[in-house]
């Protein structure tokens, strides 16, 4: 049996970054990036024709996509723990701004507890009216005294200095369904920190005062109702909205049909989250993208997902955490300009989305919200590995199926070069520390031991 002892900070980190750090030369030569990841010609990308929507509250012209900025690239340091890499934080954020991208939305906790710095660092060499920036009430964790009146106010005033602004444009009350309705009267409410925030946009440093959503709805219905009566108003929020999660969310989600009705009955747009669902539709199987290929040849299945997202009038901006700059310059090309799905495609949507509601998929979005992982685990990656397999038809049900021995080496090898032996699966001991942190509500120790199952019946070439 393996020594499943809690790994220290240091051990930790030193596992934390392989496979994920990136250089500055990583992104040398992008200007023109003119071939998708799927082999298609894309073309030049274009740097004036990005499409904007309205805020019907201020009248500001948002662009449609929108900067995630919880996926910063990492590099090592000399001491072999990983920072954030600044020059290439730079060079994607001007690319961005250059090429009509004025949304920037970040949190106190994303990448390490290390975005609002790094993303603050980048806008602040560019004039303020060239950018929006969006960050969060992060109040959702458990540390001492982080719920009350001073703990929240020292996060927001925190944001402030490391954003390096004088206000925030979009400002959220982050993470609302985890706990429900008691939940969010102990975050914002019984200790007086709404009432504090909505002053702080009477003064204007706030200019927009909204949520973002995971979890129980009758906590959305119940924010939704404090504006019917006239208690606040909500000037946008954010939802997780893509062509399965439209009618097929799962877990503790809500299908964002109903979300996105009940935004439009009150006249609240919606900021889009997770259009990709975690990267899973720039990376559907094979025979759904023959679909998109039949009838868009040179679209990659990421441009459908994206151009799903904005085809709903009350999107304001959609989000996506674009790491390498061929994501960002692609999700460009999918706004600039965007173009309203033909009744055709809309079809074929319909289809794919049939196809990618395959059980077999673990249903992570690869957000961290998990990590770090107290014993080690890198339990984004193994779940990604594992969704990958699955969305290009290469999951293994029997030895006796085709190219069984390519495909099992194949898995096995990747399996090891991406991730450490002791980040692997077989590693969790089932502490369920990360259950509570997950949006989707996964049962990750189950999922993990799902990925140990079919990893160790390969290694042991044993029948299914």
């Known amino acids: 049996m393996k020594n499943k002892i809690e790994l220290s900070r240091r051990d930790f980190l030193k596992y934390a970054g392989v496979g994920a750090v990136l250089t500055g030369a990583s992104f040398a030569g992008c200007k023109r990036n003119s071939v998708s990841g799927e082999g298609g010609a894309l073309g030049p990308v274009p740097s ?17 996509l929108g900067y995630g900025c919880m996926r910063w690239p990492l590099r ?5 723990t990983d920072e954030i890499d600044q020059d290439a934080v730079n060079q994607l954020i001007d690319y961005a701004i250059a090429h009509g991208v004025n949304y920037f939305d970040t949190a106190p906790g994303y990448v390490r507890a290390l975005s609002e710095t790094a993303t603050g660092i980048a ?27 001073q703990g929240s106010k020292a996060m927001y005033d925190k944001s402030f200095r490391d954003l390096q602004v004088d206000y925030i444009d979009y400002y959220l009350l982050h993470f609302i369904g985890a706990g429900g309705v008691p939940t969010v009267m102990e975050r914002f409410y019984n200790n007086g920190m709404l009432d504090f925030l909505v002053k702080e946009r009477q003064a204007g440093r706030i200019r927009n005062l909204g949520w ?15 504006q019917d009566k006239g208690k606040v108003k909500w000037d946008f929020a954010m939802i997780q909205m893509n062509y399965i999660d439209w009618k097929y969310a799962t877990g503790m989600n809500t299908p964002a049909e109903y979300l996105m009705g009940e935004l439009e009955k009150r006249d609240i747009q919606a900021v889009v989250m997770e259009p990709l669902l975690g990267g899973r539709l720039a990376r559907v199987n094979a025979h759904g993208l023959r679909l998109m290929k039949e009838v868009n040849p040179q679209d990659t299945a990421a441009k459908w997902a994206f151009r799903y997202a904005g085809d709903h009038p ?9 790491t390498y700059m061929e994501h960002l310059q692609d ?32 249903q992570c979005t690869n957000c961290h919200y998990c990590m770090p992982c107290p014993y080690g685990l890198d339990i984004p990656q193994t779940f990604d590995l594992y969704n990958r397999i699955v969305s290009e038809d290469k999951l293994l049900k029997s030895s006796t199926d085709n190219n069984y021995r390519k495909l099992r080496r194949e898995f096995l090898i990747a399996y090891d070069r991406a991730i450490p032996k002791p980040r692997q699966a077989d590693f969790c001991n089932g502490c369920d520390k990360c259950k509570p942190t997950c949006p989707q509500r996964l049962d990750i120790p189950k999922e993990l031991k799902r990925v140990e199952t079919y990893v160790e019946q390969l290694k042991q070439n044993k029948e299914f």
């Not at 090592?76 to 072999?80: A, L, P, Q, R, T």
């Not at 973002?212 to 404090?226: E, N, Y």
């Not at 009350?314 to 674009?322: A, D, E, K």
């Open 331 to 362: 999700n460009i090309r999918s706004y600039s300009p965007f173009e309203p799905l033909t009744e055709k495609e809309k079809e074929v949507i319909l289809e794919v989305t049939d196809i990618m509601r395959n059980p077999d998929f673990i």
């Open 48 to 64: 004036d024709k990005m499409t904007y929507r309205t805020n019907n509250n201020t009248g500001e012209k948002v662009s449609l």
């Open 314 to 322: 009350n999107v304001l901006t959609v989000l996506s955490g674009m």
């Open 212 to 226: 973002s959503f995971h979890g129980d709805v009758a906590a959305f219905d119940f924010l939704l109702s404090q």
């Open 123 to 149: 806008l602040k060499r560019h004039p303020r009216d060239k950018f929006f920036v969006a960050t969060k009430l992060s109040t959702q964790g458990n540390a001492p005294g982080l719920r009350t009146f």
């Open 76 to 80: 090592k340091k000399s001491d072999g």
